[in-house]
């Protein structure tokens, strides 16, 4: 007797051959047990998905997922999660046995860059020591020997940025060696965003592994219309052999610190050295000065651009700049919005303390990096609770929004292509064989959904909405939502990185 049957359902595969076929998946042991257009024997569920697609689940290669429930995700069918990024992160004590039984979707990690450093170095703009290096590379060879899929960065954020490309390289090897791969939110996503797409594409050339851009993207209203520049630029590196891949998610907004704002020079230290360095009225004159500009440049001077996604004083969640420097009495023009920020800077300093959204994107850039083949759909979200602070929609509606408006409705790219980029994309990527795909022995994760009816509803406004159309996502062979419900069951489980590496030169599709 199998565990599980879905009937009448239209098959994507996942691979980047073949078209969707009409048939039936048996489950056993959490597994893909039969495949067919008819499977005989009897099973303790039958699923009926007439007029349904039925998809391996999606595989978020972006997020920032504790272990836990992590519901916003399991709804939007994702099965999979892969945290860690943008170099914050270190893997939990005593894997895998701290995920049983508590995790929703899988979960796969990536060692940070960031972390090590501010272990290691502190958060300091000095280079490391000789004995610093050798224990940062010891903490990473640590992680991947542990299961790590990879060394993540974040180059924009402290104390990252204090760090020269040659110590990344460094770091990186040791992630080389394991078979696993390099990604990195960049140094610059803005006007030096091709310094830094040099940058990475050095550190993986060097460094001897696969390269993967994290959420990539042109920010501010100056760079509008550059996506097309930066994806020849990586072309031309796939051309000469370089295997280097990217995620998107689909918004024209970013969601991160406060601090992004800030120059890293003013970040360095504990937050009472940031407090101390704002109390100095030649370095507030120079901040304010920065700021200002920066406002200017790159949302144009519409300080409504950037809205306050979480933060300790509830007041400020869901208003933008400029609401908030009428708050304090100031007016919406950018010097004014740039006092503000810093009074609220020096009275929250951690930098964790506010998250915003900023808008700064272009719709046009946002599709054509979603052309691009080597574009996996990555969300850059985490766990957010129900209806609690201002959150980005992408926590919600990612991998949906991809399926509903920009396959069905606005016609970018086929269905089947559209779950490649979430399934067997990011699959390859992590070099997961029995994950991403729906074949005979691979791991149970599967979605059930209508094509017809999926999409996101979340939105700037009202962020806090699960998609619609999704009728059941399984995991490990276990119905973990049955029509938007949870179920309760908890079936996720680590995923670490495959054991023997499969290096590769060059990139496929």
């Known amino acids: 007797m199998f565990d599980l049957k879905i009937v009448n359902g239209l098959i994507f595969a996942g691979a980047s051959a073949g078209q969707p076929w009409p048939g039936c998946v048996a489950v056993k042991d959490g597994r893909i047990a039969a495949l067919g257009a008819a499977i005989s024997g009897s099973a303790r569920h039958v699923l009926d998905a007439a007029g349904q697609a039925v998809s391996p689940g999606f595989i978020d290669l972006h997020t920032h997922c504790?272990?836990?429930h992590n519901l916003n995700y399991l709804q939007a069918g994702v099965t999979t999660v892969v945290s860690g990024n943008c170099g914050?992160?270190?893997l939990p004590a005593e894997l895998p046995e701290c995920v049983a039984g508590r995790c929703g979707p899988n979960i796969a990690f990536l060692t940070g860059h960031n972390s090590a450093r501010r272990e290691v170095v502190g958060n300091v703009n000095r280079a490391p020591t000789p004995g610093e290096m050798g224990r940062m590379v010891e903490l990473v060879a640590a992680d991947m020997a542990a299961g790590a899929m990879g060394l993540s960065a974040g180059l924009e954020y402290v104390p990252g940025y204090y760090a020269e490309t040659s110590e990344v390289i460094r770091l990186a090897r040791p992630a080389a060696d394991a078979g696993g791969i390099y990604t990195v939110h960049?140094?610059?996503?803005?006007?030096?965003?091709?310094?830094?797409?040099?940058?990475?594409?050095?550190?993986?050339e060097e460094a001897g592994l696969p390269a993967h851009v994290s959420h990539i993207k042109t920010v501010g209203v100056n760079n509008f219309g550059r996506s097309r520049e930066v994806i020849a630029v990586l072309d031309a590196a796939r051309r000469r052999g370089l295997d280097v891949t990217h995620d998107q998610y689909p918004y024209t907004a970013c969601c991160g610190r406060i601090l992004l704002l800030l120059s890293q020079r003013l970040q360095e230290g504990s937050p009472s050295d940031l407090r101390a360095r704002l109390d100095d009225p030649a370095v507030r004159a120079r901040a304010r000065s920065e700021l200002t500009e920066k406002l200017e440049r790159v949302y144009g001077g519409d300080t409504s651009r950037v809205?306050?996604?979480?933060?300790p004083d509830a007041a400020m969640v869901g208003r933008n700049l400029a609401e908030?420097?009428?708050?304090?009495?100031?007016?919406?023009?950018?010097?004014?919005?740039?006092?503000?920020?810093?009074?609220?800077?020096?009275e929250y300093p951690d930098q964790?303390?506010?998250?915003?959204?900023?808008?700064?994107?272009?719709e046009e850039d946002v599709r054509?990096?979603?052309?691009s083949p080597f574009t996996a759909v990555g969300s850059d979200g985490w766990s957010v609770k129900f209806r609690e602070g201002h959150a980005q929609p992408r926590h919600y509606g990612t991998c949906p929004r991809v399926l509903g408006r920009y396959s069905r409705d606005l016609g970018i790219f086929p269905l089947s292509e559209a779950l490649r980029r979430m399934t067997a994309l990011p699959a390859e990527r992590l070099r997961l064989?029995?994950?991403?795909?729906?074949?005979?022995?691979?791991?149970?994760?599967?979605?059930?959904?209508?094509?017809?009816?999926i999409r996101d509803t979340a939105t700037f406004d009202e962020p806090h909405q699960y998609p619609v159309g999704i009728s059941w996502v399984i995991v490990n062979g276990q119905i973990a939502v049955d029509h938007s419900r949870p179920t309760g069951l908890l079936p996720g489980v680590f995923v670490p990185r495959p054991a023997t590496p499969a290096r590769k030169t060059t990139c496929t599709v």
């Open 352 to 362: 964790t303390a506010i998250y915003c959204v900023f808008h700064n994107i272009a």
């Open 186 to 204: 960049m140094r610059n996503e803005g006007d030096r965003i091709l310094d830094a797409i040099g940058e990475t594409l050095r550190i993986s």
């Open 368 to 371: 054509c990096f979603m052309l």
């Open 88 to 90: 914050f992160g270190r």
């Open 307 to 311: 809205v306050v996604a979480t933060a």
């Open 324 to 346: 908030i420097a009428g708050m304090r009495g100031r007016s919406a023009k950018p010097d004014d919005v740039a006092d503000a920020v810093l009074d609220v800077v020096k």
């Open 433 to 453: 064989a029995d994950r991403g795909v729906i074949a005979e022995g691979a791991w149970a994760d599967l979605v059930v959904f209508d094509p017809d009816a």
């Open 66 to 68: 504790s272990i836990g």
